[in-house]
């Protein structure tokens, strides 16, 4: 450090008066003297004789004495006075070892870089940014940072990728180079890929079937064994279920061929099933490729069994239900059973009932019993399911309800409903009415009168109670009578007396009604009102109706009047 003042020093004379040079020696000798002697607390000038000191260091707000000497600047003390915590820059881990000067190599101690790369190369030539302390600590250049451990980037080190050195994957590591890799498997394991080809096995030549290089499609990160294939996935788009999910690859992808455009539902066609399609007996199904078709195998068979076929025959326009059925649940014990001679091609004309049941049909003309003769009632052989079901064909129900004159009471067959006061046998069977098997429109006639003749000219016959119908005049229409026939068949009759009340204090009909013969002739005084009663002659009627206008002794003169 310069020490000597920036005072000008006073000129001194060359020589003394009166001669010599001895006094300016002696003066420049005191000036000496003083200048080189140390400066101590004791000794120190007063400030004002001080002169103006310039540090090297520039504002530093600290004694010299805490780093200096009094012997002279340099070396400083072993261990300077300086607490470097109190700074903007605390020393921490391999920073508190390191000598000033290393740092501060100017002896402005303000100017010195707070940044790694400020006195630290930088080995990743700012490949990795600026910011040293994403990795690095003060404790060292290893890695340090556990996010940087654990790879947490674009490519998290997951599976078998954990346990690899840096330097495996990073060749430029020596050199700190660690950016720029790809995270494509094969920028690393294409030698793994290209080893396929002789692998041989369970594994396929990769190379052979131009397998895409995108080796995360069918591996994953724990190694290259367990390989999970989504076969369903496009672009395969062809699910491994059920039989095919164990098949080894080349069953299939034979010769190494995995470039397969085969739909999950063409079986045939794949190459792998042609055979089993072509040995099919039951049905045929070479003898229809129409309808068996080779690539819509999966429209019956699944991925099971071949054997549990399931054809789905509503599809047809023609379910199978009842007796059509498969056994057990049904009669049919083969297809060939309606499908004669592996004939597929149906027709809607082909299922009509009378195409397969014909003889069925013919034999109503010896069935008998309840059973009309098909034949001649000229049944059209088109209409078997108007009557009959799936089931039986003994159960035939018609529905003669659809004919106008639906089946109730007396008229229905076994079992019906309840009915009282029948006359005779109920129906029992189609041919009660239907006499001679005529099943023809408009026979029977729907007219009571046409089929119950006999009850109509009988009728008196049925009780004492019951009118003459033929003397008395009836007319045919026996249901304005016979209204409750359903339920009480003949004896319900119920005639609707238009003007006189009925019944009346418990009259037959023949009380007043004396004609049988005409049932138009009726007396009130004939059988009932005779005697005492007050109505019962002439002249006890004739004192009831003194200056009734109109009114003369007659058998039925009571109804004009009393008709309620």
């Given at each position: 450090m310069?020490v000597v003042?920036t005072?000008?020093r006073?000129?001194?004379p060359?020589?003394?008066p009166g001669?010599?040079?001895?006094?300016?020696?002696?003066?420049?000798?005191?000036?000496?003297?003083?200048?080189?002697?140390?400066?101590?607390?004791a000794?120190?000038?007063?400030?004002s004789?001080?002169?103006n000191?310039?540090?090297?260091?520039?504002?530093?707000?600290?004694?010299?004495?805490?780093?200096?000497?009094?012997?002279?600047w340099?070396?400083?003390?072993?261990?300077?006075?300086?607490?470097?915590?109190k700074?903007k820059?605390?020393l921490?881990g391999?920073?508190?070892k390191?000598e000033?000067?290393?740092?501060?190599?100017?002896?402005v101690?303000t100017?010195?870089?707070?940044n790694?790369?400020?006195?630290?190369?930088?080995?990743?030539?700012r490949k990795?940014?600026?910011?040293?302390?994403?990795?690095h600590?003060?404790?060292g250049?290893n890695?340090a940072?556990?996010?940087?451990?654990?790879h947490?980037?674009?490519?998290?080190?997951?599976?078998a990728?954990?346990?690899?050195q840096?330097?495996?994957?990073?060749?430029?590591a020596?050199?700190?180079?660690?950016?720029?890799?790809?995270?494509?498997?094969?920028?690393?394991?294409?030698?793994d890929?290209?080893?396929?080809?002789?692998?041989?096995?369970?594994?396929?030549?990769?190379?052979?079937?131009?397998f895409?290089?995108?080796?995360?499609?069918?591996h994953?990160?724990?190694?290259?064994?367990g390989?999970?294939?989504?076969?369903?996935?496009?672009?395969?788009?062809f699910?491994?279920?059920?039989g095919?999910?164990?098949v080894p690859c080349?069953d299939c992808h034979?010769?190494?061929?995995?470039?397969?455009?085969?739909a999950?539902?063409?079986?045939g066609?794949?190459?792998c099933h042609?055979?089993?399609?072509?040995?099919?007996?039951?049905?045929?199904?070479?003898a229809?490729p129409t309808v068996?078709s080779?690539?819509?195998c999966?429209?019956?068979?699944?991925?099971?069994?071949w054997?549990?076929?399931?054809?789905?025959?509503?599809?047809?326009?023609w379910?199978?239900?009842?007796?059509?059925q498969?056994a057990p649940?049904g009669?049919?014990?083969?297809?060939?059973d309606c499908?004669?001679?592996?004939?597929?091609?149906?027709t809607a004309?082909?299922?009509d009932?009378?195409g397969?049941h014909?003889?069925a049909?013919?034999?109503t003309?010896?069935?008998?019993g309840?059973i009309?003769?098909?034949?001649?009632?000229?049944f059209l052989?088109?209409?078997?399911?108007?009557?009959?079901?799936t089931v039986?064909?003994s159960?035939g129900?018609?529905?003669h309800a659809?004919?106008g004159f639906?089946l109730q009471g007396p008229?229905m067959?076994?079992p019906r409903?309840?009915?009282?006061?029948?006359?005779g046998p109920?129906v029992?069977?189609?041919?009660?009415c239907h006499?001679?098997g005529n099943y023809?429109?408009g026979?029977?006639?729907t007219?009571?009168?046409g089929?119950?003749?006999s009850y109509?000219?009988n009728a008196?016959?049925?009780?004492?109670s019951?009118p003459?119908?033929?003397?008395?005049?009836?007319?045919?229409?026996?249901?304005?009578?016979?209204?409750?026939?359903?339920?009480t068949a003949?004896l319900?009759a119920?005639?609707?007396?238009?003007?006189?009340?009925?019944?009346?204090?418990?009259s037959?009909?023949?009380?007043c009604h004396?004609?049988?013969n005409?049932?138009?002739i009726?007396?009130c005084?004939?059988?009932?009102h005779?005697?005492?009663?007050?109505?019962?002659?002439?002249?006890?009627?004739?004192?009831?109706h003194?200056g009734?206008?109109g009114?003369?002794?007659?058998?039925?003169?009571?109804v004009?009047c009393h008709k309620?």
């Open positions: 310069n003042g005072r000008q006073g000129k001194l060359c020589r003394a001669g010599g040079h001895t006094f300016g020696y002696f003066k420049f000798a005191f000036w000496a003297l003083l200048l080189s002697w140390p400066v101590s607390g000794a120190r000038l007063p400030q004789q001080r002169g000191t310039r540090s090297p260091h520039e504002a530093l707000a600290i004694p010299c004495e805490n780093c200096h000497t009094a012997t002279a340099r070396p400083i003390k072993a261990v300077p006075e300086f607490d470097h915590n700074t820059y605390p921490r391999m920073h508190e390191v000033c000067t290393q740092c501060h190599v100017k002896p101690f100017d010195v870089g707070k790694c790369q400020d006195c630290h190369t930088d080995v990743h030539q990795m940014g600026t910011n040293c302390a994403q990795c600590t003060v404790q250049w890695i940072v556990q996010q940087v451990k654990d947490q980037n674009r490519f998290p080190l997951l599976g990728h954990a346990a690899v840096c330097e495996d994957c990073h060749k430029g020596a050199v700190g180079q660690f950016q720029g890799l790809s995270t494509a498997c094969a920028s690393c394991h294409l030698k890929y290209q080893q396929t080809q002789t692998m041989g096995g369970s594994v396929p030549n990769h190379v052979a079937a131009q895409p290089q995108t080796c995360e499609s069918c994953t990160f724990d190694g290259w064994s390989v999970m294939v989504n076969h369903a996935a496009p672009p395969i788009s699910p491994l279920t059920n095919h999910a164990n080349l034979v010769g190494n061929n995995y470039n397969l455009q085969i999950a539902t063409d079986c066609h794949a190459g042609l055979t089993t399609w072509q040995q099919t007996t039951n049905p045929q199904h070479s229809a068996f080779i690539a819509t999966s429209n019956c068979h699944n991925t099971v069994s054997l549990n076929a399931n054809f789905n025959h509503a599809s047809t326009g379910p199978l239900t009842g007796s059509h498969m649940a009669k049919v014990t083969a297809c060939t499908h004669i001679n592996n004939n597929y091609t149906f004309a082909n299922t009932c009378y397969c014909q003889t049909w013919q034999s003309t010896t069935l008998g309840s009309p003769n098909h034949v001649t009632a000229g052989t088109s209409m078997c399911s108007t009557c009959h079901d039986l064909w159960d129900k018609f529905e659809a004919t639906p008229h067959l076994p409903t309840a009915v009282t006061g029948a006359i109920m029992n069977a189609c041919t009660d006499i001679g023809t429109a026979y029977p006639t007219d009571c009168y089929c119950h003749q109509y000219t008196q016959t049925f009780g004492t019951v003459n119908h033929v003397t008395a005049n009836y007319p045919t229409a026996c249901i304005s009578c016979h209204a409750t026939w359903v339920t003949w319900g119920a005639f609707t007396h238009t003007w006189f009340r009925i019944p009346h204090n418990g037959s009909c023949a009380d004396f004609n049988p005409n049932y138009a009726f007396s005084i004939q059988a009932c005779t005697g005492s009663s007050p109505h019962a002659n002439a002249q006890n009627t004739n004192s009831q003194g009734v206008s009114y003369t002794y007659g058998p039925t003169i009571c004009n309620g």
